[in-house]
């Protein structure tokens, strides 16, 4: 019974580590796009940056392939399906895109483009010496369904704490 609570606790934390990385992904990428549009990069070149820099992330499989690959549905974003490192390792190719592209004063869509896909390919490089491919890395649980999860499990403990504390109390 311990060992299985045990479980459940590392799974749940686990969960939330993955959650949190995404999270964190996701507000790397929306300062990346504030500094870029500043520079000349518009919608589309976005999506051809963040495109580019997935092909260089995942060895030559762009964003497309890889949801074909691990299959997530076409609507939804492919780092809802990515393992946790693989999530970190697209957030700190944001994160150092966007300090590189601030710090080296970097301008225009074409080059910075090359800034990201260049970071990407530092990332996967120290990946892969690692061991580590990220276009091998199996696909994840869909992160909504986690999310649900870890919602659920919340409110289930916070009636137990309440159930625990009336029965103590009477």
Known sequence: ???????????????????????????SEKKLS??????GVDDRGFGILRSKGDQALFGGANTSDMKRRLGVPEKRPLADFLPTLTIKAKDFAAELTGHNV???????????????????????????????????LPAAEDLKKVQRRLVGEEKKLVEAGKKNRSGNNG
């Open 1 to 27: 019974m311990q060992t299985r609570k045990q479980e459940l606790i590392e799974k749940r934390m686990l969960d939330v580590a993955r959650v949190s990385a995404r999270e964190k992904l996701t507000k």
């Open 34 to 39: 504030g500094i870029v549009y500043e520079r």
């Open 102 to 136: 601030v710090d080296k004063d970097v301008h225009g869509q074409d080059p910075i483009i090359q800034e990201h896909v260049d970071n990407n390919a530092a990332v996967r490089k120290m990946l892969a010496e690692r061991g580590v491919k990220p276009e091998e």
